[in-house]
């Protein structure tokens, strides 16, 4: 059975719009969940758009029927605290938009695991998981496969 987004007020649209535009991850990610099945796309092509799995998108829209725009704010759950400021996320985009090749490193091509190492060895962060880096780069639509071409 196909789920949607029920029904949206004019102020939830644009609290959602604006979460898009300048909100943090994981909010944006959700709102535009919540807005493309809004506008009727059904949750395996919302999956496909976003990349996220089917059954967390289920989540989100259900959030979002029961409790509107605010349902789409979890409150932190336990693990550390983010220790990663804004400045270190820029630098680690900076980084992952540079070739290797021209930082004096042995391939052409970055991968997460390698940027995560980079990113470390150059003093960038103490340490930092691939999985963190691929949520940086992610929020900030980069592309760190093609940065070498």
């Known amino acids: 059975m196909a789920i949607y987004v029920h029904q949206m007020s004019p102020a939830d649209r644009r609290k959602l719009e604006k979460w898009i535009e300048s909100g943090e991850e994981p909010l944006r990610h959700r709102a535009r969940v919540v807005l493309l099945s809004h506008e009727g796309y059904r949750v395996p092509e919302i999956a496909r758009r976003v990349e996220a799995h089917p059954t967390n998108l289920r989540k989100w829209i259900h959030r979002y029927n029961e409790k509107g725009a605010e349902g789409l704010i979890s ?3 336990g693990g550390a605290p983010v ?4 400045g270190q996320k820029s630098q680690i985009i900076r980084l ?3 070739s290797p090749r021209e930082l004096g490193l042995p391939f052409s091509q ?3 695991h390698k940027l995560a190492e980079a990113a470390s060895e150059t003093g960038i962060v103490k340490e930092i998981s691939h999985e963190y880096v ?3 780069l992610l929020a900030a639509d980069v592309d760190y496969r093609q940065s070498a071409a």
Do not use: D, E, F, Y
């Not at 220790?83 to 804004?86: A, D, N, P």
């Open 96 to 98: 992952a938009t540079q």
């Open 75 to 77: 409150p932190r759950s």
């Open 110 to 112: 970055w991968t997460l």
């Open 134 to 136: 691929r949520q940086i």
């Open 83 to 86: 220790r990663i400021s804004k």
